[in-house]
């Protein structure tokens, strides 16, 4: 339905494997022709800072809740927004509960800032998830505001035990993971446009235009590799491919394979869903058109526009 053609597709996006626990930051996404920010003295790409770095760096206020152990950047962040903040972090808390029954014990941290904080002196940082920390940063830009991927950050948080004993250790699990982090969002988000990783698009456009664009393989291809895939396979096309089981299973179904306690194989999906992973991608892909059936092809080309932008602005 796009006038773009198969070959400039391809360069649109390619798909790089993540290296390490902290994926999140390696930005796995990249573009033919990166993004220049208005206004910029130097085009020379930001320095990462690392996050004892700038718990360092910054004036710390710190915040309570029955949850969660609040710092905030004190310089660029007022007391009224965090207590704002702090009221959307318990509800999402008991959102999330209410469909995992996963939760921690005791206050989880969470530090604030925003990337234009004086503090950071132009390094770079992003929202992520610290499992050697157990901790969450969550970082607001010009572009997103700082609670993109709340729901995100907290189901790996609620799930720590978990999180800590398989990601990045038992095959296939990181994936699945990700994915599901991706799949809560949506549910309890839903189209919100300001949200990572979809901003609004319906995922079924989304996963059928990756595909279309073969920037990704196959999940089946990917999800029993020992290395990491790539952010693109872990938060947009997996995390599509579950909120598609959940509506043609159940949500419910799409939990209790979350809590899969062992190595994920495509024989793991029959347990769950009666069918292997190739078999129930395979009839995905024969859904997936239908996602444009509702969209013109001018409508469709906009939300693909709107999304890549978005998409465009975190490979920076």
């Not at 070959?7 to 798909?15: D, L, R, V």
């Not at 609670?147 to 800590?164: G, K, S, V, W």
């Amino acid at each position: 339905m796009s006038e773009i053609t198969i070959s400039e597709k391809k360069q649109m996006f390619q798909s790089i494997p993540a290296l390490s626990m902290e994926d999140e930051r390696n930005h796995s996404l990249s573009v033919s022709t990166p993004l220049i920010i208005p206004n910029t003295i130097t085009q020379r790409p930001l320095v990462k800072i690392s996050d004892s770095e700038l718990r360092a760096r910054v004036q710390w206020v710190h915040y309570t809740t029955p949850h969660f152990e609040i710092s905030y950047d004190k310089i660029c962040l007022h007391s009224v927004e965090i207590e704002m903040l702090a009221q959307v972090l318990e509800t999402a808390y008991r959102s999330i509960f209410s469909m995992t029954h996963e939760g921690h014990v005791e206050r989880f941290p969470i530090y604030i800032t925003d990337i234009r904080s004086p503090s950071l002196m132009g390094r770079k940082t992003s929202t992520h998830f610290s499992a050697g920390e157990r901790a969450i940063y969550l970082v607001s830009n010009a572009h997103e505001s700082n609670d993109t991927e709340l729901i995100t950050m907290l189901t790996h948080a609620m799930r720590f035990p978990r999180y800590i004993k398989h990601y990045g250790i038992t095959r296939g699990w990181a994936l699945l993971e990700d994915s599901f982090a991706t799949f809560l969002s949506e549910r309890l988000h839903g189209h919100s446009k300001h949200i990572y990783p979809y901003y609004g698009v319906e995922p079924d456009i989304i996963g059928h235009y990756l595909k279309e664009s073969a920037v990704l393989p196959k999940l089946a291809y990917s999800w029993h590799s020992l290395r990491f895939a790539s952010e693109l396979e872990r938060r947009v096309l997996a995390g599509a491919f579950l909120l598609y089981l959940g509506d043609t299973a159940s949500d419910d179904r799409v939990v209790e394979f979350s809590k899969y306690d062992d190595e994920v194989t495509s024989d793991t999906f029959k347990i769950f869903f009666g069918k292997n992973l190739e078999e129930l991608e395979e009839g995905w892909s024969e859904h997936l058109p239908k996602s444009l059936l509702g969209n013109t092809e001018t409508e469709h080309r906009e939300m693909m526009e709107h999304w890549k932008k978005m998409m465009g602005w975190r490979t920076l």
